[in-house]
């Protein structure tokens, strides 16, 4: 017998336990998966709850088609700008630096070569700028990339043989106004009406209405100003020149927003109505962007933002964690992907909106879309719904809203399911440890007793108390304690045997040994004959001892070869009652059964009548003179009860369940016949080869002792 090297780990019932516990962490994975197949829904009626909103917003916007109307120009082509002018929070410091503007850096706008009127591609011209209006005029930044400066000369009268800006607007009376801004040195400026003619750009007049300042900078320069709101309609342009020859100073590139020769070519602008705007306010809900563009997709009003700016966030009231909600809150962080307020958003400083949801609503027909940011961080969802002048449509509404709500949602599910899935594995795994330890310690005693009824030579010395559970181990409780009865009863039966064996063993022998030692002592032939029947009456009887204790042993070994056969039981009982009848004639025999019926059974005819044999001898042994032996047999729905019955002493209680055990018996010893108790023994054997219950009792007026065999009946 080869053993492992390693020996094999011991897992207690606790630690299997805590591993069906784990199992409960199926479910906060089957209820994440459930989550996450629920964002389709929750897009659905976040896009169906939007839509309805904004055709809301359109309605309440049909009332009032004079927004529209007093906003709308002609359309325009493509190359032509339109800007929506903002407000802004605080007035602007003319100083040529961006600190002012930091809080507006979203609305920065960036023109290269491809927006060049006049330039070669060597050019490093380009700038970035950005608009804004307070109180009564309209701030504007250029933040201008140029790798040569060239100011202008003092002694010329042309202001553009130097770098500089130009402002072409249109007036209130339709009229195109050209403006230059130079300078011979950074600082202050001012603007200079002009017209040109084939020289150059001729100063009219200067403005003292447009003024601002001039900055260097590493990359070239900065031009803050700032233009009266009066000056202004709904046209304006801009362009800076470039001019890096500073000897002939011709003009080497010009970058313009629009068009500055004429009218036609110049941006549009747009200021929002503050009418408009009110009343869209009042409709804004958080975390949402409306928009309203007239029919020839500009913008013309404009509320609300998809992200909170630090103010609105400081001012919300603030969770107060515990130190264990917050660790739990970081970990979430952690493992949860959380809404993000930094992502680059290509509408935000939109003034044209011509996208398709756009193109849908102004044709008539509403529209739902979502688009990704640039840099994936959300998905913005936009509604769009026509608004309607009578039957015409006059303008379009649109309101916008990011994937963060869906995300917060989905979130909060996460944390609440997770939190509920750990605070059941918690619960369930001290519920489940404390029935482990209850088990185990039910286990352990059930152990120590079992350890303590046992002796170590293999003795019963004690008995195990039998509990009342009601469970698995109250039953095997309850039945080790019934082995260790039977156990103890086995044992006793051994520890009988050998004194039964010796009893019945002595005395042929002592008959055998007197006998030879007369034989020794005595010459006497007729004696020694006396003496010699003696000892061979004596090894008849160890003979007919070793006979019946092997006789048992005989018969399980041809129960296993036995064949079954079907057989009427009648007609063996009739049998045999006839021959105990002829080899008992002083004794009279009851046979009762019913003439009309059948009794077929499966088994061995000659088994079952040595089973009738023992009963019927053990009957007679124990039965009172003139007192009849009846044997009856009788039929059931399933089943076959033959009994054997006899007046006389009757059993013990104790001996009841024991009497078909081997070497059992309540018999007295009669005569020189030796009696090991084996005939009951044998009894039950051919009962359990023929699949039926045996059982001994007492008469029920407790006259005798009957024998009940209960044999299954044998299917047609």
């Known amino acids: 017998m080869t053993t492992s090297r390693f020996p094999r780990m011991r897992i207690s019932i606790r630690f299997k336990l805590l591993l069906v516990a784990s199992s409960l962490l199926i479910i906060p994975w089957i209820g994440t998966q459930y989550i996450q197949e629920m964002e389709s829904y929750l897009r659905q009626q976040q896009e169906q709850a939007l839509l309805t909103r904004t055709q809301m917003v359109a309605t309440v916007m049909q009332g009032r088609p004079e927004l529209f109307q007093s906003k709308t120009v002609a359309p325009l082509p493509t190359r032509v700008q339109h800007i929506f002018v903002r407000p802004l929070h605080s007035q602007i410091l003319l100083d040529g630096y961006l600190d002012d503007w930091a809080p507006y850096q979203e609305r920065m706008q960036l023109f290269n070569l491809n927006h060049a009127i006049k330039g070669s591609e060597m050019s490093s011209l380009a700038f970035e700028h950005q608009l804004g209006t307070y109180q009564k005029y309209m701030y504007v930044v250029f933040k201008v990339t140029d790798n040569r400066i060239v100011y202008r000369d003092p002694n010329s009268l042309l202001l553009d043989k130097s770098d500089h800006l130009i402002i072409a607007l249109q007036d209130g009376q339709g009229l195109l106004r050209q403006y230059i801004i130079t300078t011979i040195a950074p600082g202050w400026v001012n603007a200079h009406e002009v017209e040109f003619d084939k020289n150059g750009a001729r100063s009219l007049r200067p403005e003292y209405k447009i003024k601002g300042e001039w900055q260097e900078t590493e990359q070239g320069y900065n031009v803050e100003f700032r233009i009266p709101l009066s000056m202004l309609h709904n046209r304006i342009s801009f362009a800076i020149a470039d001019i890096d020859n500073p000897v002939n100073r011709e003009t080497d590139t010009i970058i313009a927003t629009a068009g500055i020769e004429n009218n ?61 909600s917050g660790l739990m809150s970081l970990f979430y962080k952690m493992i949860l992907k959380q809404p ?22 102004l044709n008539g027909q ?25 039957d015409k449509v006059i303008g379009a ?21 997770f939190n509920l899935s750990a605070l059941a594995f918690v619960i369930a795994s001290v519920v489940l440890l404390l029935f482990a330890s209850r088990l185990t310690s039910r286990v352990r005693r059930l152990r120590d007793a079992t350890n303590q009824a046992i002796s170590s030579d293999g003795r019963v010395i004690g008995r195990i108390a039998i509990t009342r559970a009601r469970d698995e181990i109250g039953d095997l409780s309850r039945g080790v304690s019934d082995m260790l009865e039977r156990l103890a009863q086995y044992n006793r039966y ?26 020794n002592e005595n010459s006497n032939p007729q004696d020694i004959a006396t003496y010699t029947q003696r000892a061979r009456e004596g090894i008849d009887r160890l003979n007919n001892i ?8 005989r018969l399980e070994q041809t129960l296993q070869s036995e064949i079954a056969q079907h057989f009427e039981l009648r007609d063996v009982i009739d049998g045999c009652v006839e021959g105990y009848k002829l080899a008992h004639e002083d004794i009279r025999f009851n046979l009762v059964v019913d003439g009309e019926q059948t009794y077929p059974i499966i088994g061995t005819p000659d088994l079952i009548a040595q089973m009738l044999d023992k009963l019927v001898s053990n009957a007679i042994d124990f039965h009172q003179k003139n007192t009849p032996i009846q044997i009856m047999l009788t039929r059931h729905a399933k089943a076959l009860q033959l009994v ?10 104790d001996m009841q369940a024991n009497l078909f055990e081997s070497m059992v018996s309540v018999r007295e ?44 009946l044998a299917s047609a």
Not at 397 to 417: D, G, P
Not at 546 to 553: D, F, G
Not at 670 to 677: D, F, I, N, P, T
């Open 264 to 324: 036609a070519t110049l941006g549009t602008m747009m200021f929002p109505s503050s009418e408009a705007e009110t009343l869209l306010a009042r409709l804004q809900q958080p975390l949402t962007r409306t928009w309203v563009i007239d029919k020839n997709y500009r913008v013309i009003a404009r509320t609300g933002e998809l992200t909170q700016d630090d103010d609105e966030q400081a001012a919300n009231p603030k969770h107060q964690y515990s130190f264990i």
């Open 340 to 361: 993000t307020t930094e992502f680059h958003d290509e509408l935000l400083n939109a003034s044209r909106l011509n996208s398709q949801e756009f193109k849908q609503a």
């Open 366 to 390: 509403s529209d739902i879309r979502w688009r990704q940011t640039p840099d994936k961080e959300v998905n913005i969802l936009t509604a769009a719904y026509p608004v309607f002048e009578g």
């Open 397 to 417: 509404v649109a309101i916008e809203q990011t994937s963060n709500s869906i995300l917060l949602v989905q979130n909060r599910a996460l944390e609440i399911l």
């Open 494 to 519: 051994l520890e009988s045997m050998a004194s039964k064996l010796s009893h019945e063993l002595r005395t042929p022998i002592t008959v055998v040994r007197s006998s030879l030692e007369n034989m």
């Open 546 to 553: 070793l006979t019946r204790m092997s006789e048992a042993t």
């Open 644 to 653: 054997v019955s006899n007046s006389g002493p009757v059993l013990p209680a």
């Open 669 to 712: 010893q009669k005569g020189e016949q030796a009696h090991l108790g084996l005939g009951l023994y044998i009894v039950r054997l051919i009962a359990d080869f023929h699949h039926a219950k045996v059982q001994a009792r007492n008469r029920q007026d407790n006259s005798g002792v009957e024998f009940v065999i209960t044999l299954p």
